[in-house]
């Protein structure tokens, strides 16, 4: 587009519209708007080219420009002539197909349709929707089929009776509102509704024909659970509205919706339930999104991060998930979730540690295999921090604290190697992080193929090629493993970026360092907050109730009681189950007795 | 208090700094010290004896192989010697010779000769507690072999002679009587008044070391080396026996009944009685019986057989103890138990002792019967 290229530096193709299929314009039609001028421009365009020593491509860009500007306006003339105001429709078909036309009619996917009204009187009107973004099936059988079969009374011949008998009973359209308000119905154009421009009726019929092609409800990819749900989200509002009210069927479930995005308007939910979770949080979120001034919204992050007191924390504050159960579950601790327009990913507030170390699969199983996974899940954060810098550490500044025997082995493992251990540690996690990364861009088949070549091939080659030991291959597999058993993908981050840190504080002052970085970690994470709620609760302030559902996973009918983190309006979330063994299989008995 | 972030980056790039971290060494380019021995040189010198790994033997050793020792084509270790006026500077003068950054922090066996003289041994412990990369923790122990014989024996068992006596001296209850000694402990002893300092004689022999003698000292001198039986019946009073074994014969005569795997609890006391000191040993036994003659095994036996052996082993002890106290050393300790209570009795504390009539009780116990695997 001028003046940035020429390929466009013809005039802007017209939309597709289609033929016009009125059979006899009524005699009062206007001339449509802005043709006239077009040709004058059109004409005048060839002595310009001869007069002025210009480049003619960027000559017919500004021509085009100004042809468009030119319908464009002609077009709100009318409406202002008509209204007073400039952003209203006047009932002017003529003037609304010139407006739209030299607006968004240039999208090859803007349809705009001249069309007639009933079988005899024929009345004009002005179909718009966006290709593909509509149900043809509705708009076809319910809407143009109707519209032009429908015959009219001889009393419906004033355009407001006209407009009357097509709202209530042409249509057969399940939503049909009107919008006289130009920036609201070319929104709703754009978002998949039909606009319906009657002649002479100052309202324009906005009919709900909204069909999106969307992904089908597949699993969850990035949380897989072993049993229990598997239900993901997908990009569709709708579809995220319709799988949690499923789940959750109360009517205190509320979705409060906003809109941001400059250009895109993207739709935004606040789920919670009212009655339930604390309304501060709730009206903090809500403030906070209100916010939010951007342009585009592609996904949650662009919005998520900017609703959070402290933005650049090495801890993600924001847990997402594509989880459906998972939301809800959330959602009836207490939590409130944010819902983003085509983004599966949905997140929830506010969040501590422990949030991202807890999965559904926890609750699937026994309590033991829930604790038991848990703590494995420490001992991965503990590996992956630790166990490289510790070998830093005890092989360069504290020898003196490895037992003999072991140190023996580590000697004898390094021999001829030429790199130190710090070195060593850095070349195998650059290529952890290498090999993670490519295993993210790559295809799912071709990823775990990747994943063999990088343990077995280059871990194999390495070795051969005598660059690292023995040793440090099996510590790089720990440590690279433990990292993995983190549920959450974005607290991964944090834990790599304290790996380095760790490395730096063990390699200058070897375990004294690493106990060192240790205290400054365990500060940092009490002196984060989000949303007024401590990150490191329940461990740091101590909450005892919570810790039931910390590193260990306490029996089911222990959690009496919502998180007290969330602050929750209704505290209790169950009662406790009384199952009376013998005394039932009696009542049983007598009862199939009697 | 808020710390502005850049006073945090300043402190944390200085103690990065000052840390030193580029004079770190990665372990396989340090000649790490697993042993070392303090002999006598001629002139009133002493050498210094180290043992060193060599990287041949630390790779056999990380797969899992052995070696021929110093002697064989891949030795093992090698060992670095040096001689000087005092450890300080033998030690020096061998760390000259080395071919990487000598590594005192492994170093888990220290050897002293017997022929050190009482000087000279003084100032070998004294360096070794001033030495700031020694591992304290070394075993300590004493020898009547040269350094050559001592340092270049290769036990089969062990292809370093200094995990031979890490997995002899780590396993506690695997001897007869624990004879361990620590550099640690032995300062302790040696800085702590009312107790004289003991340590084991290392004897190359053809299966490995012999440990199972006591050597006493009086004040940094050679008091006595102990025989293994007196060594035995001391390292009872001491509470150091854990798999120890007897012949009782005076329950059926001629048939001698083997008390085995007996494991001993002492406690040694003192009690001031009119100005006569009497020295006190509580024994408390647990024992096996291998074998009883055919219906014999009855409780009345049993329990002669626990008296027997009770009787035997106080009559023993008793023994032991009043040599050392001729020899007027005290490895047990009452004189740290009586001293303490009696700070200033140093002086007087000598002529009690050795004037100390010495009381053992013993109690034992057979509680199992029957063959040991």
């Known amino acids: 587009m001028w003046p940035f290229g020429r390929k466009s530096a013809s005039s802007p193709a017209p939309g597709p519209v289609i033929a016009d299929q009125l059979e006899a314009r009524p005699a009062s039609e206007p001339p449509v708007p802005g043709a006239a001028t077009a040709d004058n421009i059109h004409r005048i365009e060839g002595t310009l080219e001869s007069v002025l020593r210009t480049d003619p491509m960027a000559l017919q860009d500004a021509i085009a420009e100004m042809s468009a500007l030119s319908g464009r306006l002609e077009g709100m003339l009318v409406d202002f002539e008509l209204t007073g105001q400039l952003n209203r429709f006047s009932g002017s078909v003529a003037a609304a197909y010139a407006r739209l036309n030299n607006t968004v009619g240039g999208s090859p996917d803007i349809i705009l349709r001249q069309m007639t009204i009933g079988q005899t009187l024929k009345w004009p009107a002005l179909l718009a929707f966006a290709d593909g973004m509509v149900d043809n099936m509705v708009l076809d059988q319910d809407t143009l089929r109707m519209v032009e079969l429908y015959d009219l009374h001889a009393g419906e011949s004033s355009p407001e009776a006209i407009h009357r008998a097509v709202q209530y009973s042409m249509m057969t359209v399940g939503h049909v509102s009107t919008e006289s308000d130009w920036s609201k119905l070319l929104d709703e154009l754009t978002y998949g509704s ?238 952890i992080e290498v090999l993670r990364e490519a295993a993210n861009r790559l295809p799912q088949q071709l990823a775990t193929t990747l994943g063999t070549v990088g343990a077995v091939v280059v871990g194999t080659a390495i070795v051969k090629a005598g660059i690292v030991d023995d040793l440090m291959i099996v510590i790089a597999t720990l440590s690279a493993l433990g990292l993995f058993t983190t549920p959450s993908y974005e607290m991964t981050a944090a834990w790599r970026w304290l790996f380095w840190i760790m490395v730096v504080g063990a390699y200058a002052f070897g375990i004294f360092g690493m106990i060192l970085v240790t205290v400054g970690i365990f500060t940092y994470l009490c002196s984060l907050e989000n949303f007024g709620v401590p990150f490191f609760t329940p461990f740091g302030p101590t909450r005892i109730v919570d810790l039931a559902d910390s590193w260990v996973r306490a029996p089911a009918n222990w959690f009496v009681n919502r998180p007290t983190y969330t602050r929750p309006v209704d505290v209790s979330q169950a009662r406790p189950t009384h199952v009376r063994g013998d005394m039932d299989l009696y009542q049983a008995q007598r009862d199939a007795r009697q | 208090m808020r710390m502005p972030g850049r006073f945090v980056a300043f402190l944390t790039g200085l103690s990065l700094l000052l840390a030193g971290c580029w004079d770190n060494r990665p372990i396989d380019t340090r000649a790490l010290v697993l042993m070392m021995g303090v002999w006598p040189a001629t002139g009133g010198r002493v050498e210094v004896a180290m043992e060193i790994p060599t990287p041949s033997g630390l790779t056999t050793l990380t797969g899992g192989g052995t070696s021929a020792g110093s002697q064989g084509a891949s030795a093992a270790y090698y060992v670095l010697t040096g001689t000087g006026s005092n450890v300080m500077s033998a030690l020096s003068n061998a760390e000259s010779m080395a071919n990487g950054d000598v590594y005192l922090g492994q170093t888990g066996m220290v050897i002293l000769s017997t022929e050190l003289s009482p000087q000279a041994r003084k100032m070998a412990l004294e360096a070794l507690a001033r030495i700031g990369s020694f591992d304290k923790t070394a075993y300590l122990g004493v020898t009547e072999s040269s350094e050559r014989a001592f340092m270049d024996f290769t036990p089969p068992s062990s292809p370093l002679p200094a995990l031979y006596f890490l997995n002899v001296f780590g396993c506690k209850s695997c001897m007869p009587v624990a004879l361990d000694q620590t550099v640690w402990t032995s300062e302790q002893d040696r800085y702590t008044a009312g107790v004289s300092l003991w340590l084991p004689l290392l004897v190359p022999a053809a299966k490995g070391f012999r440990i199972n003698q006591m050597v006493l000292f009086r004040d940094n001198r050679l008091a006595a080396i102990l025989s293994p039986t007196a060594t035995r019946w001391l390292g009872m009073a001491l509470g150091r026996t854990h798999k120890a074994a007897f012949g009782v014969m005076t329950i059926f005569p001629g048939a001698p009944v083997a008390v085995r795997a007996v494991t001993a609890k002492s406690s040694p006391s003192y009690r001031m009685t009119h100005g006569q000191l009497h020295l006190r040993v509580a024994l408390n036994l647990v024992g096996t019986v291998d074998l009883l003659p055919a219906g014999d095994a009855t409780a009345p036996t049993i329990h002669r057989l626990d008296t027997a052996l009770a009787r035997m082993v106080a009559h023993k002890v008793a023994h032991a103890l009043v040599l050392a106290q001729k020899l007027g050393v005290d490895p047990v300790g009452f004189g740290r138990a009586y001293l303490f209570r009696h700070p200033h009795a140093g002086r007087e504390w000598a002529r009690l002792y050795r004037k100390a009539p010495v009381t053992v009780t013993v109690r034992a116990v057979i509680h199992n019967l029957g063959d040991l695997t």
Not at chain 1, 327 to 338: F, H, I, S
Not at chain 1, 350 to 360: A, K, V
Not at chain 1, 377 to 382: C, M
Not at chain 1, 386 to 391: K, N, Q
């Open chain 1, 194 to 431: 039909a606009l319906l421009f009657v002649e002479g009726a100052p309202a324009v019929l906005v009919l709900d024909t909204v069909k999106f092609q969307a992904r089908h409800i597949g699993r969850a990819q990035s949380e897989p659970s072993i049993k229990g749900p598997q239900e993901a989200f997908n990009e569709i509002l709708l579809t995220h509205m319709n799988q949690l009210r499923r789940r959750i069927r109360s009517s205190w479930l509320k979705f409060d919706s906003m809109t941001v995005g400059g250009y895109t308007k993207t739709s935004v939910l606040v789920a919670h339930i009212e009655g339930l979770t604390n309304p501060e949080l709730v009206s903090a979120i809500k403030r906070r999104v209100a916010q939010v001034k951007v342009d585009e919204v592609q996904e949650l992050h662009q919005i998520a991060d900017r609703i959070l007191e402290r933005r650049s924390t090495l801890f993600p504050m924001t847990r997402t998930t594509e989880r459906v159960d998972w939301v809800a579950r959330d959602l009836l601790r207490g939590k409130v979730a944010l819902i983003v327009d085509n983004d599966p990913f949905v997140a929830v507030y506010p969040n501590t540690l422990m949030d991202f170390y807890q999965t559904t699969q926890d609750y699937v199983f026994s309590t033991w295999d829930g604790t038991l996974v848990r703590l494995v899940r420490l001992l991965g954060i503990i590996l992956a921090v630790y166990l490289m810098p510790l070998y830093i550490a005890l092989t360069s500044v504290n020898p003196d604290l490895v037992p003999t025997k072991l140190i023996l082995t580590v000697a004898g493992s390094r021999q001829g190697i030429p790199f130190s251990p710090v070195m060593e540690v850095i070349i195998m996690y650059i290529i």
